[in-house]
């Protein structure tokens, strides 16, 4: 054994359980420390644990994405979902047409077009990607 691959050996030990993300308590443990380094550094890309955050947040979107994939669905299933959330009903959605519309989109007999889909992103703080 080399001296380079013993000297990792010995970092990765210490390393090991920081990075390794196997199984849910493993993944909940990654979230928390996932949570306070983004509490102490935020944005900070100077910051010396960035590479780290960064490095961690990768791993968690892989274990995610791996044992918690996001079903399809549609923009019409997206938007009854945020009106439910926010209690709204179909005339309450006055910026995506009339009550009719909004029925007809809901119903899947509509598409929602690029400025509905515009107008909704906007309403409820999301990419415009949620609704297509």
Do not use: C
């Not at 791996?66 to 009854?80: F, I, N, Q, T, W």
């Not at 119903?107 to 990607?129: D, M």
């Amino acid at each position: 054994m080399s001296v380079t691959t013993k000297n990792l050996q010995t970092q990765w030990a210490t390393f090991a359980p920081i990075l390794s993300i196997r199984n849910e308590r493993e993944y909940d443990a990654a979230v928390n420390r996932l949570n306070g380094l983004l509490d102490e550094i935020g944005t900070n890309e100077r910051h010396p644990l960035y590479g780290l955050l960064d490095t961690l947040g990768t791993l968690i979107h892989a274990y995610e994405e791996k044992h918690y994939p996001m079903p399809d669905v549609s923009g019409a299933e997206m938007l009854r979902y945020f009106m439910e959330e926010h209690e709204l009903r179909q005339s309450d959605l006055s910026e995506i047409g009339s009550q009719g519309v909004v029925s007809e989109i809901l119903n899947g007999t509509r598409e929602l077009n690029v400025r509905q889909i515009r107008a909704l992103a906007k309403r409820f703080h999301v990419s415009p990607a949620v609704f297509v």
